[in-house]
């Protein structure tokens, strides 16, 4: 079974930083990638990153991309969203997916609050 679980969110002013965790495991022998995604109210939910775990390539929106920088640890058990340059537009419940190729199956964490003020 695959778990995926967010951390690091919070409350913090614009022009802050802050750094989402996304602790992921269950996976044997599969393929995947691990994404970003933010939804703020009202909205739909939309794609933020994404870092495949083989070969680190990795993708963003252009809303984030010069603000925002996403990891991996060496085991390749954490992914990590470094925010900087925040701003009130972020204000978001983030959330992480693991995106793995079929028979693999993939699964959302339950997100993490991130709320940027003036």
């Known amino acids: 079974q695959v778990e995926v679980e967010e951390s690091g969110g919070g409350s913090v002013q614009a022009g802050g930083s802050l750094r989402l965790t996304c602790a992921h495991s269950?996976?044997?022998?599969?393929?995947?990638?691990m994404s970003w995604y933010r939804q703020a109210p009202g909205k739909d939910r939309e794609f933020v990153s994404q870092?495949?775990?083989?070969?680190?390539?990795?993708y963003y929106a252009n809303s984030v991309k010069g603000r925002f920088t996403i990891s991996q640890d060496n085991a390749k058990e954490n992914v990590y969203l470094q925010m900087d340059s925040l701003e009130v537009e972020d204000t978001a419940m983030y959330y992480c997916?693991?995106?793995?190729?079929?028979?693999?199956?993939?699964?959302w964490g339950q997100g993490t609050q991130v709320t940027v003020t003036p």
């Open positions: 997916k693991s995106e793995a190729l079929s028979p693999c199956s993939s699964s």
């Open positions: 269950g996976y044997t022998n599969c393929k995947y990638a």
């Open positions: 870092i495949l775990r083989d070969g680190g390539h990795t």
